[in-house]
Structures are given as structure tokens and as C-alpha cells.
């Protein structure tokens, strides 16, 4: 970071009574917050270990790790947020000693052989680290990101700080098997960006605080996200695709991995599906069906299939914890939901399946309504 950036940092801390690693948490957590939406953040930091007088000259390993929960609520500010912080921490470091693993099987969390218990990030602060990136910091290149090559991880992420000269380093270290290079990079970034915005408006609530310019990413992002498309009003969504499938056909609709369908196999594959569920349930117009299933051209089969049955479809990520599941699904009033057991009935009788096609656009609800919910 900067020198200035920095020595603001570091003020900062200082006035409000804190020290340099209580801000750097701090920010963190705020960040966390805008990428997740979560307000209750776990964060794991280690600590010597040597707290009592008989260990300080002992030769060993007792670091410590201890969990970090703090609280970001929206409408508080950044203030209010580090005072927070400052308390959290200096309480946590009152039982510093309180080893982690009789904290985990106080919880009686189960275990996961392919994550940590408690949290996934670590953030250290490192007293004397920073000399061992003196060969890498340039004070020419304040603010850009160096690659330093591979090491082991041990959490999906660890942010280490360390102080040199007049510059606070950030070394991060990730799990490849989540993480991208761009993904760190910007996060890295974005922290950065967090700060000039959190010294400017300390009194603003954190839910209006940005963490990303205004000329380069934010524009990105609505760019990104100009997907609106004009359809003619007068034809609803299945009446469209079937115009198209009578112009073309023989055309690839969906391409997945090795699978191929054309407008006409899909068109014949929805028309199916839509009598299957007509036949089995009793389908109002304007219903909410659930779509329980992995990305796979079935999924555009069943979206289909349900739009041709006047109903609407709802996403919901098979990968979704059970208590979002149902929040979902209660929350949409569905019906009922297409999973993959009920495909599997589906495909068992498909080829038996005849059906007349004005049996659905007849049935079919204005083109406004017949769309998804999107969640």
C-alpha cells in the first residue's frame, strides 16, 4: 500500500483507541459483508501462544488459533463497526490460551475433511514477515499485485500484513481449487479501494460504503449486466420459440458438453414434458414449479416444458443448503418441484407420451407474467 494510504491506516487505528490489526479487520469484515450479504463474520487469526511467563523462553510451537466474530449490520457505520472490532478482539485475546480444537468440540460441529471448522480465512498481521518480501517490494510499483509463486495453503485464504519501511504489505495465499488468480486480485484490490472509502465517510452506514471505482469495474458490471431484450407483445415466451423451431429446425438449440438438441427435439422434448405435468398434477395458470436440478439440458427441457404448461418456474440450486431450499419454495408458493427422481420418471415414459400441441399455447398466460422468478 501507498505510504500515505498506509500512515492514514495507521492513524486511524490509533485515534479511535485500537490497534493496526483491529482496522485491518475491521475492513475486511465490511468486505466480506458486501460479497456474501452475510452480517454474522467469522474470521481466524494465530497468536503466539506464549501468554504465560513460564513459555516465553521456551523453544517451540504454541501458536494458537482463535476465531474473530463480529457483527456487520448495514445501517451502522464504519465507526461503530470498529468499535465493535476493537472490543470482539481484545475479549478474544483474554482467552487466547483456550485451545481451538476444545472450542470445536464444544460446538459439536461436524467435522469436514475438505474444509475448517469454524472459518475459512485467516488474517495475520506479522511483525517481522516483511523481510522476507524486501526482495519483492518496489516502492516504484506501490499498489500493484506480484505473483510470488506456489506454496501450500492450509485455508481457502490467508491474508497476511506486514509491516515494511513505511508501507503496509499484504501477502495472500489461496486454495487454487476455489480460487482463480482474478478472483484474489481483485479482492485484493477491492480491500484497497475499501479503505480511501472508509476514511472518507466514517459516518456513512456500511451498506452505502462502494468498494469499487466508478470508471472501470462498476461500468463493467452494467454493461455486463445489459441483457434486456425486446419481445414482441403479442406472443408469449412459448409461442416465440416455437416460430423459431418452424423456421429452423434442424438448428442446435442447446449444446452441453456432448449433447446436442435441435429446435425440434427440444420443442418435441417440452411439449412431452408439459403434458407429463399436466397429466400428473393439477396446474393452475400462473403456478410456481420448482427446477431442483444441475446444469444439464434438461433444466432448458423442464423450463420450457413448464412456461408451454401456462405455470412459472422457479431456479433453485440443488447445491443450496435444505433450510434455503425450503425458504425458497415456500417463500415462491411452489406447487411442487421437478428434481432429478421426477426426470427420471419423465424420461421412463417419455416416448409414450402423445399430445396435442394447442393443448399449451392455448393455456398460456400473457407474455409479461409467463417468466421466472428471479431469486
Known amino acids: 500500500f501507498s505510504k500515505t494510504l498506509t500512515s492514514r491506516i495507521k492513524n486511524f487505528s490509533k485515534e479511535k483507541g485500537g490497534s493496526l490489526f483491529m482496522g485491518i479487520v475491521a475492513v475486511w469484515n465490511v468486505l466480506f459483508h458486501k460479497y456474501s450479504s452475510e452480517q454474522d463474520i467469522i474470521i481466524g487469526t494465530p497468536t503466539a501462544g506464549r501468554a504465560h511467563a513460564d513459555l516465553l523462553n521456551q523453544i517451540g510451537f504454541y501458536i494458537n488459533t482463535i476465531p474473530l466474530r463480529n457483527k456487520v449490520v448495514p445501517e451502522m457505520t464504519f465507526r461503530e463497526l470498529f468499535e465493535q472490532v476493537k472490543q470482539n478482539t481484545l475479549e478474544s485475546y483474554n482467552h487466547q490460551m483456550y485451545p481451538l480444537d476444545r472450542i470445536i468440540e464444544g460446538l459439536n460441529i461436524q467435522r469436514d475433511g475438505g474444509r475448517n471448522a469454524i472459518f475459512d480465512v485467516l488474517v495475520a498481521l506479522q511483525n517481522a514477515g516483511a523481510q522476507g518480501l524486501k526482495g519483492f517490494v518496489d516502492p516504484e510499483k506501490v499498489g500493484e499485485i506480484e505473483d510470488l509463486g506456489k506454496k501450500k495453503a492450509k485455508y481457502d485464504i490467508e491474508f497476511s500484513f506486514s509491516e515494511l519501511d513505511d508501507y503496509l504489505v499484504l501477502d495472500t495465499t489461496y486454495n487454487t481449487k476455489i480460487y482463480d488468480k482474478g478472483s484474489i486480485k481483485r479482492m485484493m484490490q477491492h480491500y484497497q479501494q475499501l479503505w480511501d472509502t472508509v ?14 471505482s466508478e470508471r472501470e469495474e ?3 458490471l452494467l454493461d455486463f449486466n445489459k441483457t434486456e431484450v425486446e419481445y414482441p407483445s403479442n406472443l408469449t415466451i412459448p409461442q416465440i420459440f416455437e416460430k423459431r423451431t418452424a423456421e429452423t429446425p434442424n438448428a442446435v438449440a442447446v449444446e452441453y458438453e456432448e ?16 403434458q407429463f405435468i399436466k397429466d400428473n398434477y393439477k396446474i393452475n395458470p400462473g403456478d410456481a414449479i420448482g427446477i431442483q436440478l444441475s446444469r444439464s439440458p434438461w433444466f432448458i427441457v423442464a423450463v420450457l416444458g413448464i412456461l408451454k404448461a401456462g405455470a412459472v418456474y422457479v431456479p433453485i440450486d440443488p447445491e443450496f443448503p435444505e433450510s434455503k ?33 394447442s393443448n399449451f399455447f392455448n393455456c398460456c398466460i400473457p407474455n409479461a407474467a409467463c417468466t421466472s422468478f428471479i431469486l
Open 325 to 357: 431450499r425450503k425458504f425458497i419454495k415456500k417463500d415462491s408458493a411452489c406447487v411442487f418441484s421437478i428434481t432429478e427422481d421426477f426426470l427420471k420418471e419423465f424420461r421412463a415414459v417419455k416416448d409414450q407420451i402423445s399430445f396435442l400441441v
Open 259 to 274: 449433447i446436442e438438441l435441435t429446435y425440434l427435439e427440444l420443442h418435441d422434448l417440452s411439449n412431452k414434458f408439459a
Open 218 to 220: 462498476r461500468q463493467l
Open 199 to 212: 476514511l472518507e465517510n466514517l459516518d456513512t452506514p456500511i451498506g452505502g460504503l462502494q468498494y469499487i
